[in-house]
Nanobody, 116 residues
Framework: VQLQASGGGLVQAGESLRLSCAAS????????MGWYRQAPGKQRESVAS???????NYVDSVEGRFTISRDDTKNTVFLQMNSLKPEDTGVYYC???????????WGQGTQVTVSS
């Protein structure tokens, strides 16, 4: 299984970005998929997740600004990020949890930089 993350970039505060995570297999087969981020000098944190049934969950700091979604026909999970803030800066990773594997799959990460 391979996860290919893309869509990062350099934006100004208040602007938007849309991240994509393309899987080499059907995303519907995963129990859940999610986005994590790691800021410089900080631990990786969960940002958003979506279950196979479509239930979504967000960290408080992005609630109302970020939206995670899944397109099963394209085997892709998206993270729409609006009203970006400098504190959203970091490397964003997508992951996928499979019921057939103890550890999740991880993508390679995409850099998001928000300038003030």
């Amino acid at each position: 299984v391979q996860l290919q993350a893309s869509g990062g970039g350099l934006v100004q505060a208040g602007e938007s970005l849309r991240l994509s995570c393309a899987a080499s297999v059907s995303v519907f087969g995963f129990n859940s998929m999610g986005w994590y981020r790691q800021a410089p000098g900080k631990q990786r944190e969960s940002v958003a997740s979506i279950t196979r049934g479509g239930t979504t969950n967000y960290v408080d700091s992005v609630e109302g600004r970020f939206t995670i979604s899944r397109d099963d026909t394209k085997n892709t999970v998206f993270l729409q990020m609006n009203s970006l803030k400098p504190e959203d800066t970091g490397v964003y990773y997508c992951n996928a949890v499979s019921r057939f594997r103890a550890s999740p799959y991880w993508g390679q990460g995409t850099q998001v930089t928000v300038s003030s």
